[in-house]
């Protein structure tokens, strides 16, 4: 059974930096592309940053040159490196990862098959 599992939230101010790690189970998804979704309070999930099996990434436009993903095939894990942060930021971050093995990087949640519970991220003004 694939599990999923964010951790690394919190509370930080503005400007403060969180990392935030994905710890992915019963499956290496070492060949699988992976992403970070958010979702904030009466908002729809929408994506954060995706990487596929080689390290090449995509960002949204709201945290490029702020945020980084990153993944470590050996550890099957996940990570958000989150500099700069805005209150507009805090959201409930989820991990996500595809059945099939692809080289592209993916950016629909529809395109992804498997999710974590969510960590939850508040940046204060």
């Known amino acids: 059974q694939v599990q999923l599992v964010e951790s690394g939230g919190g509370l930080v101010q503005a400007g403060g930096s969180l990392r935030l790690s994905c710890a992915a189970s019963?499956?290496?998804?070492?060949?699988?592309?992976m992403g970070w979704f958010r979702q904030a309070p009466g908002k729809e999930r929408e994506f954060v940053a995706g990487?596929?099996?080689?390290?090449?990434?995509r960002y949204a436009d709201s945290v490029k040159g702020r945020f980084t993903i990153s993944r470590d095939n050996a550890k099957n894990t996940l990570y958000l490196q989150m500099n700069s942060l805005k209150p507009e930021d805090t959201a409930v971050y989820y991990c996500?990862?595809?059945?099939?093995?692809?080289?592209?990087?993916?950016?629909?949640?529809?395109?992804?098959?498997?999710w974590g519970q969510g960590t939850q991220v508040t940046v204060s003004s």
């Open positions: 990487i596929n099996w080689s390290g090449g990434s």
């Open positions: 019963g499956r290496t998804f070492s060949s699988y592309p």
């Open positions: 996500a990862a595809v059945r099939t093995p692809r080289t592209v990087v993916l950016f629909r949640r529809y395109e992804y098959d498997y």
